[in-house]
T-cell receptor
Framework: DAMVIQNPRYQVTQFGKPVTLSCSQT?????MYWYQQKSSQAPKLLFH???????NEADTPDNFQSRRPNTSFCFLDIRSPGLGDAAMYLC?????????????FGQGTRLTVV | AQKITQTQPGMFVQEKEAVTLDCTYD???????LFWYKQPSSGEMIFLIY??????QNATEGRYSLNFQKARKSANLVISASQLGDSAMYFC?????????????FGDGTTLTVKP
């Protein structure tokens, strides 16, 4: 059974139209991450939550926001998607932030901006 | 300097043979973990194997083993008896406890193609 679930798998949005991607987990992990991955590139961390504490990466554009209403759910909001925001968005969780805890990834949401 | 370097953009291997995917890393943190993930064309990142900086022995998980050479800062993934289903992109990643708040840094990946 999937432990990190991302919806939808594929999302098409219009240029400039706000879009929300969702992620849920059944692992009760403390940490949730959002990554952006462009074609054939390494995933790039956008931000993460440690419990309710939000941690933004320095180079994450203001256009990207996140919400974590409870332990199980985390949302990625793109306020005004541009063509350059088309990518795979990966949600991941980990039990803690220690060096020995692997991340569990969802299947990703592939975002297309038209 | 790049923290994780994967020098092989693409690799080919014959089915049933072994293959080594290279990974070197750069850190001054004494406490770190090294991970390998597999990403098939479907997009999901699948955790394969973990090696801790203080581990004395190389990690193994089924057909996967990690050749950890700490002094050389390398953590190569060895896949034995390759299968067609092993064709995917493979990412090496590192978590540094003290210097990077436990966040994962990924290499650029290696695309492995297994030939029948």
């Amino acid at each position: 059974d999937a432990m990190v679930i991302q919806n939808p798998r594929y999302q098409v949005t219009q240029f400039g139209k706000p879009v929300t991607l969702s992620c849920s987990q059944t692992l009760n992990h403390n940490v949730m991450y959002w990554y952006q991955q462009k074609s054939s590139q390494a995933p790039k961390l956008l931000f993460h939550y440690y419990d309710k504490d939000f941690n933004n990466e320095a180079d994450t554009p203001d256009n990207f926001q996140s919400r974590r209403p409870n332990t199980s759910f985390c949302f990625l909001d793109i306020r005004s998607p541009g063509l350059g925001d088309a990518a795979m968005y990966l949600c991941a969780t980990s039990r803690e932030k220690g060096a020995n805890t692997e991340a569990f990834f969802g299947q990703g949401t592939r975002l297309t901006v038209v | 300097a790049q923290k994780i370097t994967q020098t092989q953009p693409g690799m080919f291997v014959q089915e049933k043979e072994a293959v080594t995917l290279d990974c070197t890393y750069d850190t001054s943190d004494p406490s770190y973990g090294l991970f390998w993930y597999k990403q098939p064309s479907s997009g999901e990142m699948i955790f394969l194997i973990y090696q801790g900086s203080y581990d004395q022995q190389n990690a193994t998980e089924g057909r996967y083993s990690l050749n950890f050479q700490k002094a050389r800062k390398s953590a190569n993934l060895v896949i034995s008896a390759s299968q067609l289903g092993d064709s995917a992109m493979y990412f090496c990643a590192m978590r540094e406890v003290n210097t990077n708040a436990g966040k994962s840094t990924f290499g650029d990946g290696t695309t492995l193609t297994v030939k029948p």
